[in-house]
């Protein structure tokens, strides 16, 4: 880095960490001159000593600011290299209109955070999302880990019509990809009920890697899921794809019929290694796991 380009983002750098400790406006930082960083090679680098000067900063880890603050300017701060923030519209309330999808749940941001960290899962990939809710996710991987291709899915209308909504409030056209343009995926969302789905519809999506987070909230959803990881093991036999399920463990039952399930169906389960560093404002002591499938039987199970 030429010395006045480190000036510039050692500036850039004291410019947020004054700010965000001050809990100031977010339109009064300046964003501006972070999409100009961010555009070069060492914009990811930026991006990470940002984190570490606001979220991660040990005033903020003792004393963070308010939950919704934190979470506007992290979704401010999630970028891809031509600009442009992940901007969510959410339910303030837990269950709203028969739903718990419309809002974004601790698992939810744990797997974004995960998926940040761990680009190359996605790049270049096509990626379902089972249960995307309000779609924060999804989001963070169509910025951050240039997929192929990423259709969310939901089966609630009005979660449907959020979700859409939120897709195209961040910039995504859900019309067709434009090969041409390949830094810009194609997104697509899709009605998907876990009970109803057929093998056909799942075939045709055509998915590299499949994700769900904190969709374990009762026996008959985990039943339901596993119903449909059975069906794209058996349609897409010859290239299954691989799963990232996440969940908050609430109680000893939460993952406990999920993976008594899983070997029952013969799918093949490991837990990812928990990450160092937490970028999103979740509950600090919560446990959350993520569980990486693997649908095409080439491992054995794991008891």
């Known amino acids: 880095m030429a010395p006045e380009d480190h000036e510039g983002a050692t500036s850039l750098l004291q410019s947020f960490e004054r700010r965000f400790l001050a809990a100031r406006a977010l339109p009064s930082f300046p964003w501006q001159s972070l999409e100009e960083k961010l555009r070069e090679p060492s914009g990811s680098e930026l991006l990470l000593a940002i984190l570490q000067k606001t979220v991660k900063h040990p005033v903020c880890v003792q004393h963070l600011p308010s939950v919704k603050y934190a979470r506007c300017f992290l979704s401010k701060l999630i970028k891809k290299p031509s600009g442009g923030s992940v901007t969510l519209s959410e339910s303030t309330a837990i269950v709203s209109n028969g739903t718990t999808g419309l809002v974004t749940w601790d698992a939810a941001l744990y797997l974004a955070e995960w998926a940040i960290k761990n680009p190359a899962a996605f790049t270049d990939r096509t990626v379902l ?31 449907l019509e959020q979700l859409r909504g939120n897709v195209l409030l961040n910039g995504f056209s859900l019309e067709l990809y434009t090969p041409t343009d390949p830094s810009n995926p194609k997104v697509t969302v899709a009605e998907l009920d876990w009970d109803e789905v057929t093998a056909a519809q799942l075939s045709a999506f055509q998915a590299d890697v499949v994700i769900a987070a904190d969709v374990l909230y009762c026996g008959e959803v985990t039943l339901s899921l596993v119903r449909v990881l059975k069906m794209l093991s058996a349609c897409q036999r010859k290239n299954a ?24 169906a013969g799918i093949y389960w490991e837990e990812v290694p928990p990450h160092a560093g937490q970028l999103f404002p979740y509950e600090e002591h919560s446990a959350i796991v993520i569980l990486k499938l693997v649908l095409n039987g080439r491992h054995s199970v794991r008891r």
């Open 241 to 264: 794809p691989v799963v990232y399920v996440a969940y908050t463990i609430r109680s000893q039952d939460t993952g406990k019929l999920f993976i008594t399930e899983l070997d029952r």
């Open 129 to 159: 999302e089972l249960g995307s809710g309000a779609g924060l996710t999804g989001l963070a991987i169509c910025k951050a880990c240039h997929p192929r291709a990423f259709i969310f899915s939901d089966c609630h209308g009005q979660v």
